[in-house]
Nanobody, 123 residues
Framework: QVQLVESGGGLVQPGGSLRLSCAAS????????MHWYRQAPGKQRELVAA???????NYADSVKGRFTISRDNAKNTVYLQMNSLKPEDTAVYYC?????????????????WGQGTQVTVSS
């Protein structure tokens, strides 16, 4: 059974930092990519950062230069280092793991979501 366990959320003052972790466990065949999303009240869920199996990264414009996504393949863990936090970063942050599998010659991408962790940036 695949599980994603998130940690690191909490309350921080503007300008502060937090580091989110997401550890995957279970029957994982092959990880294609790992992502961080966030969703604030009244807003759509948005992609914050992504890292591929090859190590390429992408960031939302709103977090470029402040957030860094990284991974530890041996631990099947992805991290999101968040610096210079702003009140508008307040949201529930979700980890998503995309795996690749093959069945009868067909390739499939499967998504698994963590339960989310609350990040609140407030003075």
């Amino acid at each position: 059974q695949v599980q994603l366990v998130e940690s690191g959320g909490g309350l921080v003052q503007p300008g502060g930092s937090l580091r989110l972790s997401c550890a995957a466990s279970g029957s994982i065949f092959s990880i294609n990519a790992m992502h961080w999303y966030r969703q604030a009240p009244g807003k759509q869920r948005e992609l914050v950062a992504a890292i591929t199996s090859g190590g390429s990264t992408n960031y939302a414009d709103s977090v470029k230069g402040r957030f860094t996504i990284s991974r530890d393949n041996a631990k099947n863990t992805v991290y999101l280092q968040m610096n210079s936090l702003k009140p508008e970063d307040t949201a529930v942050y979700y980890c998503k793991m995309t795996t690749q599998s093959v069945d009868s010659g067909n390739y499939y991408l499967n998504d698994y979501w963590g339960q989310g962790t609350q990040v609140t940036v407030s003075s």
